[in-house]
């Protein structure tokens, strides 16, 4: 039986994998590029995107549970490239993107709190969630739109961001009208994000919307939606 009180083997194995590609020359700019509270170890996409994956597929995991473990034991991170990773994590294991791991991702958007975290977990994981289950994940994403927490109301205006033909339309314009009143930058520009792709799929729904809620919106979210309309 495995040990719970130490980190689980692939935990071990992808921080050390990390601290081994470390490149301190590269460390401080990405720290102060993201703005991160949390040091760098200067691994870079790729290279992090081969480590992850090398291991990922070396040490296949048995159950969700198995998974919310390495996932929350690299998130408890002292660098920045294990919460990467953990993020990476919850994506390569495609079979455990179900509706029990959305507490885990809404753990990870309310403890990332910052873009390079949320719009990934936004759009491939809940966005998937939200396709693959909507009878579960709509009424959910209904409670999210609301929150008090600004990540998790970009998260909810976000969901839909690559659904294209398969866009619940009016599910997305009401969310942009429930948050269109608020100075965040984060959220005005969410706004804008989603219909500005939306637009690529329905210009004239798209143009319709601006036209009718142009007094409304910031200036930010009508620059961004207006782009292709």
Known sequence: MSDETTPHHLTTCIREAIAEAADASKAGAMQAYMKSALPYRGVMSKPLDQINKSHFKAHPLNNFTELDRVVRELWDAEYREEQ???????????????????????????????????????????????????????????????????????????????????????????????????????????????????????KDAVRQFVEENREKMSGLSLREASKYI
């Open 84 to 202: 990467y990773s953990a993020v990476a994590a919850c994506m390569y294991y495609k079979k455990f993107q179900t509706v029990e791991a959305l507490p885990l991702y809404r753990f990870l958007i309310r403890t990332g709190a910052w873009w390079d975290f949320v719009d990934a977990i936004a759009s491939h994981l809940v966005g998937k969630l939200l396709k693959t289950y909507p009878d579960q994940v709509k009424p959910i994403m209904w409670q999210w739109i609301d929150d008090s927490d600004t990540w998790i109301r970009r998260t909810a205006l976000l969901s839909q961001l690559s659904f294209k033909k398969d866009t619940d339309e009016a599910m997305l314009f009401e969310f942009c009208r429930k948050r269109m009143h608020e100075k965040d930058f984060w959220i005005r520009k969410a706004i804008g994000w989603v219909l500005r792709e939306y637009s690529k799929t329905n």
